[in-house]
């Protein structure tokens, strides 16, 4: 339960770290604080608002990740939490953790070149096999599983991987 | 009953939000249609991602429009309840899918037009707008990359791809007009600093565009007559029936949910 002792700034706290406890539903090991969806949460008179970012404009994860958050505050004894989209400034890959991208690479899943530099329209991406390390590998498709993601080939292993996009 | 036709106030600003929001729905919507229909199971993933990018934008700028006309319509209502006269998108992007060359090409001639507008747009001096135009524009420079690679494999692939991507080349080139065209609405936006003049995109768009043709082994028709309509309700006959589909449900079964 949430007491009238704790201050905002505590509320505050306890409110973010149920909030980043939130998975991508497409990318299990990913939290939402990992990606960088979770932007700000602020805390007035006990009242907790959270505000997401979109990665891809119709991202259909997004819902899910609103409620979710929803549940897991109110889990914490938050009740009625609002959810703010932001668009601005823009997500980006690097706005991806470190260890965020760790966990992607261990779960199989290259993570994105860092440096969001525009890219030539036919611009090189060197991208390391997720499974072996190797960097001779190929791009089989330019769109994946979800939005996020390309479909690439390791040329040494030969195993296919997903390699989330620079964004 | 069937559901009737909303009234929608169009301000310039309200008008100007709705052009660009029809723009994303009816191009996802026409790519949606190739969902589980694509010559390969990449495309399919390709042209239906692309669709849910398009969709994403369209929400966005349906939701500023009904925020800015401050009636009772929200996206929904903008999507499912407008008839083809409503409708503001360019006739480029309600041409049939055709055969997968004309797909890709009607996708080139605007990916490359989008990611210059989105691009330009990042500065509109409408927060909202230049908020959503951030997003975008890394999404449309990515369909430019994807449809630009088309381009060069159709082209200077087999006599059979080269020559169904000439033509629809040339049957979709006098759409393109309609990309740049300014009306009287839109030219206080521009002087306000809202909008853009697409008139400015025009020089870049034909270098882009040109260059990958001229790769691609094609060639781009001499002819400037260009079409236009779609911007003020105008239409093809081809978006009646494609509204048909979108609306059918919504139309039938006035405010039915899943």
Redesign the interface.
């Known amino acids: 339960m949430v007491t009238a002792a704790l201050s905002d700034a505590d509320l505050r706290r306890r409110a973010w770290n149920a909030a980043a406890t939130v998975v991508d539903p497409e990318i299990p090991v990913l939290t939402i604080a990992d990606l960088g969806v979770l932007r700000e949460v602020s805390v007035s008179d006990g009242h907790v608002e959270i505000a997401i970012t979109?990665t891809?404009?119709?991202?259909?994860a997004m819902n899910m990740i609103a409620l979710e958050i929803e549940l897991a505050l109110e889990r914490e004894g938050f009740h009625k939490p609002s959810i703010r989209t932001v668009?601005?400034?823009?997500?980006t890959t690097d706005w991806m953790s470190e260890d965020g991208r760790r966990k992607l690479r261990e779960y199989g899943i290259a993570p994105p070149l860092p440096a969001s530099s525009?890219?030539a329209?036919?611009g090189v991406q060197e991208v390391a096999c997720p499974q072996c390390g190797s960097k001779d590998t190929e791009q089989?498709?330019?769109?994946?599983?979800t939005?996020c993601k390309a479909?690439w080939r390791c040329k040494s292993c030969r195993e296919p991987f997903d390699y989330f996009?620079c964004? | 009953m069937a559901a009737p036709s909303i009234k929608v106030s169009e301000t310039p600003l309200v008008l100007y939000v709705l052009r660009r929001a029809d723009d994303a729905l009816i191009l996802g919507h026409r790519l949606s249609e190739w969902c589980g229909h694509a010559p390969m199971l990449e495309e399919d993933m390709a042209l239906a991602n692309m669709g849910l990018d398009l969709l994403g934008q369209a929400r966005e700028l349906y939701v500023y429009a009904a925020k800015v006309e401050g009636g009772g319509n929200d996206e929904d209502k903008f999507a499912y309840l407008r008839d083809v006269r409503q409708y503001r998108n360019l006739l480029l992007l309600e041409q049939p899918n055709g055969d997968f060359a004309r797909t890709m090409v009607r996708q080139f001639f605007y990916s490359a037009f989008a990611d210059l507008y989105w691009r330009a747009m990042m500065k509109s001096t409408d927060t909202t707008l230049a908020a959503i135009a951030a997003k975008s524009e890394k999404e449309s420079a990515y369909h430019l990359r994807h449809s630009s690679e088309w381009m060069l494999r159709l082209g200077d692939g087999t006599d059979e791809s080269h020559v169904r991507a000439q033509t629809a080349i040339d049957d979709l080139w006098s759409f393109t007009g309609e990309m740049f065209a300014v009306d009287d609405s839109e030219r206080g936006l521009i002087d306000a600093g809202i909008a853009i003049d697409p008139a400015d995109l025009k020089p870049q768009w034909l270098r882009t565009v040109s260059s990958i043709v001229a790769e691609a082994t094609l060639a781009l028709p001499t002819s400037d007559w260009m079409q236009q309509g779609g911007r003020f309700g105008r239409h093809s006959e081809h978006l009646g029936h494609l509204l048909s589909d979108l609306q059918y449900l919504q139309r039938a079964f006035p405010g039915t949910t899943w």
């Open positions: 979109p891809y404009s119709g991202c259909p668009l601005s400034p823009a997500w525009r890219r329209l036919f089989l498709a330019e769109f994946g599983s939005s479909l996009k964004h």
